[in-house]
C-alpha cells in the first residue's frame, strides 16, 4: 500500500507563543501544502503571507461552508458551521447587502464615542480586582468579563444573560465538542435570541438592535431568521477572540517587561503595540478558511473547483519576507499590515472596538497595578492548543500591595 505522505493537521506548538515550528520550513519549502484533516480530506495549507492575502481577496474562493470541499478541521463545529447562515459564512452580493447594514455601527467615529464607556466598564473590572483577594484569576475577572460586557451594552442584549452566549461559544469554539452538544447550545441560544429580538420590536431602544429590528426587520430588508443570524454572529465573533487576545497580551506583556517598560514610559506607544500583539498572537490559530469555486490561479499555483484551502494566520504574520525578525516581539515595529483579522471582504468587522478595548484595558491595567505578576510558574499555564482560538485558559495574576498605614501613625 502506498504510504500517506501527506502532514496531519492542526500541528502542536512547541513554544506557547510561537506557531507549530512546521510553518517556518511550510513557509521555505512548500508554502502550497496538502494536508490530511480528521476526515481524511485534503485541502491546501497556505503559510506565506501573500498567498493568504491573495485567497482571500480572490471572488473564486467561498466562505460557504455547506459547499463540497469547504475544509471542516474540526468534527463537532462542522454542524455548526454548516448551520451558519449569518454573513460571515455568505459570498457576495448577499454577504454585502447584510454586512451593510451594520457596517456604520462599528465605524472608528462609531466606536470612539463609546471610548468612555469602555473605560468605565474596564475601571469598574479593575477596582472589583483591587478589592478582592489575590491571586486573581484573570480570564474570568477581567478577560471574559470585558468584551461580553461591551458588545452587549452596544447591542442591547442584557448583561446578566451573558451565561447563555458564553456557554454557546465555548462549546461552538470547542475542537472536542461532539455535535449533539453543539447543536444543543444553538438551539438555546437562538431560542433566547428570537425571544430578545421579539422585546426590541415592541421595545425599541437606543441600541444596535433596535435599530436592525426598526430599520431594516419591521420594513422587510431583513427576515427574522437572517436578524436572529447577525445577532448571534455580532454577539459571537468578538467573543472568544477578544477574551483570548486580551489574557495573552498581558501574558506576553509580563513575559517580555522590556518591551512593556517601553509602553509604559511611552505611551504613545500603545496604538502600535496592539497592532504587533495581534501579530504575534495571531489568536485564530486553526485558519480562515476557503473553497475553491472555480479553478484558481494563486500567486502562479493553481488551486483547483472544489479544493479547500486552509489560510494559515499565525504563519502568514510570521512571515520573514514581511516581518523582519517575526518570531520577536517588538512594540515599536510597524505591524499594521499582519492579518489577525483577515483579509479582504470577509475582514473583521468588530477590529476597531477589538482594538480600542485593547489599547485601554492594556493601559489602563498596567497603570493602576502597580507590580502585576504571574501568580504561578509560568509552566504552569495552560495554553488554549486545542480550540480554534488560541490563548490561556486561566491566567492567575498577583501584585504589590498597597502600603497600608500603620496601625500607631496619629493621623
Ligand atoms: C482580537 C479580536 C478579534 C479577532 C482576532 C478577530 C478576527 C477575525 C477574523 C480573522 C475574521 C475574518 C474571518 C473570515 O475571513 O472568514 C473576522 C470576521 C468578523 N469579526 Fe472579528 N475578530 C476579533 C474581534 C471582533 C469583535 C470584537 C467583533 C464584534 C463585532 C467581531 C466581529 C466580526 C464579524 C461580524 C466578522 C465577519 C465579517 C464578514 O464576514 O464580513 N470581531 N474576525
Same mark, same amino acid.
Given at each position: 500500500?502506498?504510504?500517506?505522505?501527506?502532514?496531519?493537521?492542526?500541528? *502542536?506548538? #512547541?513554544?506557547?507563543?510561537?506557531?507549530? +515550528?512546521?510553518?517556518? /520550513?511550510? @513557509?521555505?519549502? %512548500?508554502?502550497?501544502?496538502?494536508?490530511?484533516?480528521?476526515?481524511?480530506?485534503?485541502?491546501?495549507?497556505?503559510?506565506r503571507h501573500k498567498d493568504v492575502k491573495e485567497v482571500l481577496s480572490?471572488?473564486?474562493? *467561498?466562505? #460557504?461552508?455547506?459547499?463540497?470541499?469547504? +475544509?471542516?478541521?474540526? /468534527?463537532? @463545529?462542522?454542524? %455548526?458551521?454548516?448551520?451558519?447562515?449569518?454573513f460571515i459564512r455568505l459570498d457576495a452580493p448577499e454577504h454585502g447587502r447584510l454586512r451593510r447594514m451594520v457596517v456604520r455601527e462599528f465605524t472608528v467615529k462609531n466606536v470612539e464615542r463609546e471610548r468612555p464607556h469602555i473605560q468605565e466598564i474596564v475601571d469598574r473590572l479593575i477596582d472589583n480586582m483591587l478589592a478582592g483577594p489575590q491571586p486573581v484569576e484573570f480570564v474570568e475577572?477581567?478577560?471574559?468579563?470585558?468584551?461580553?460586557?461591551?458588545?452587549?451594552?452596544?447591542?442591547?442584549?442584557?448583561?446578566?444573560?451573558?451565561e447563555i452566549f458564553h456557554r454557546a461559544t465555548r462549546v461552538q469554539f470547542g475542537?472536542?465538542?461532539?455535535?449533539?452538544?453543539?447543536?444543543?447550545?444553538?438551539?438555546?441560544?437562538?431560542?433566547?435570541?428570537?425571544?430578545?429580538?421579539?422585546?426590541?420590536?415592541?421595545?425599541?431602544?437606543?441600541?444596535?438592535?433596535?435599530?436592525?429590528?426598526?430599520?431594516?426587520?419591521?420594513?422587510?430588508?431583513?427576515?427574522?431568521?437572517?436578524?436572529?443570524?447577525?445577532?448571534?454572529?455580532?454577539?459571537?465573533?468578538?467573543?472568544?477572540?477578544?477574551?483570548?487576545?486580551?489574557?495573552?497580551?498581558?501574558?506576553?506583556?509580563?513575559?517580555?517587561?522590556?518591551?512593556?517598560?517601553?509602553?509604559?514610559s511611552n505611551p504613545e506607544l500603545i496604538r502600535g503595540a496592539v497592532q504587533e500583539l495581534l501579530r504575534y498572537s495571531s489568536v485564530i490559530q486553526a485558519g480562515v478558511r476557503r473553497v475553491a469555486r472555480e479553478d484558481a490561479e494563486v500567486n502562479g499555483h493553481l488551486v483547483k473547483k472544489g479544493e479547500g484551502v486552509i489560510c494559515a494566520l499565525p504563519s502568514a504574520n510570521r512571515?520573514?519576507?514581511i516581518f523582519a525578525d517575526?518570531?520577536?516581539?517588538?512594540?515599536?515595529?510597524?505591524?499594521?499590515?499582519?492579518?489577525?483579522?483577515?483579509?479582504g471582504i470577509h475582514q473583521c468587522l468588530g477590529q476597531i472596538l477589538a482594538r480600542i478595548e485593547l489599547e485601554i484595558a492594556i493601559t489602563t491595567l498596567f497603570a493602576r497595578i502597580p507590580g502585576l505578576r504571574l501568580a504561578v510558574p509560568f509552566d504552569e499555564l495552560r495554553f488554549r492548543e486545542d480550540m480554534f482560538v488560541y490563548g490561556v485558559y486561566e491566567l492567575p495574576l498577583t501584585w504589590n500591595k498597597p502600603n497600608l498605614p500603620s496601625m500607631n501613625q496619629e493621623g
Open positions: 500500500m502506498e504510504k500517506d505522505e501527506s502532514l496531519a493537521y492542526p500541528m *502542536s506548538r #512547541e513554544c506557547p507563543f510561537d506557531p507549530p +515550528p512546521q510553518y517556518g /520550513e511550510l @513557509r521555505r519549502d %512548500a508554502p502550497f501544502k496538502k494536508v490530511r484533516l480528521w476526515d481524511g480530506s485534503q485541502p491546501w495549507l497556505l503559510t480572490q471572488s473564486n474562493f *467561498s466562505a #460557504e461552508p455547506l459547499r463540497e470541499g469547504y +475544509p471542516h478541521i474540526f /468534527e463537532g @463545529r462542522m454542524a %455548526a458551521d454548516k448551520a451558519d447562515q449569518s475577572e477581567f478577560a471574559r468579563p470585558l468584551p461580553t460586557e461591551v458588545i452587549a451594552y452596544l447591542l442591547g442584549v442584557p448583561y446578566e444573560d451573558h475542537s472536542t465538542s461532539t455535535p449533539e452538544e453543539v447543536g444543543a447550545s444553538l438551539k438555546e441560544l437562538l431560542a433566547y435570541l428570537d425571544d430578545l429580538i421579539s422585546k426590541k420590536e415592541t421595545d425599541p431602544q437606543d441600541d444596535i438592535l433596535s435599530r436592525l429590528v426598526t430599520e431594516q426587520l419591521v420594513p422587510g430588508h431583513l427576515d427574522r431568521s437572517a436578524m436572529v443570524d447577525i445577532t448571534r454572529l455580532l454577539l459571537s465573533a468578538g467573543h472568544q477572540t477578544s477574551i483570548n487576545m486580551t489574557a495573552l497580551s498581558v501574558l506576553t506583556l509580563l513575559q517580555n517587561p522590556g518591551e512593556l517598560a517601553k509602553i509604559e512571515d520573514e519576507d517575526p518570531d520577536r516581539f517588538d512594540v515599536t515595529r510597524n505591524a499594521s499590515v499582519h492579518l489577525a483579522f483577515g483579509y
